[in-house]
């Protein structure tokens, strides 16, 4: 090879420019926030993993067939059945919108639009 050093070089500038954003981050990486329990003990409407990958779809799906085509009631998986409601339901258990929801949002940087219409538990609590 006649250019075997510069070769060399550009590949070595490739592995360090590549690996760059794994050097930087050494060490700083943050576990997953851990949402509070539900108050009540009960079971969630579905299982811990389908929750935390599709509640934002689930609640879509309550909110456009509850206001659209008037299903108020959801039937899980294990064939108990719930009140489509995320006020009457979701935070009847999950009371702190702070320590469950928040938690998680906050380090994603999402900001669900829930809060638009629903009133989160400890607003009512203040104005009671």
């Not at 258990?93 to 702070?98: D, I, K, N, T, V």
């Amino acid at each position: 090879m006649y250019n075997a050093d510069k070769v060399i070089v550009g590949i070595l500038v490739l592995i360090i420019f590549f690996t760059t954003p794994f050097w930087l981050n050494y060490k700083r990486v943050e576990a997953l926030p851990k949402p509070e329990r539900a108050e009540k003990g009960e079971k969630c409407i579905e299982d811990t993993a389908y929750m935390r990958a599709y509640h934002m779809k689930l609640l879509d799906e309550w909110r456009n067939e509850k206001v659209r085509e008037s299903k108020i009631y959801y039937q899980s998986s294990d064939g108990r059945i719930y009140l489509k409601s995320l006020q009457r339901t979701c935070m009847e258990c999950h009371r702190s919108m702070a320590n469950f929801c928040g938690r998680c949002h906050a380090m994603f940087a999402v900001k669900p639009d829930c809060w638009k219409c629903h009133i989160a538990p400890e607003e009512v609590k203040k104005w009671r």
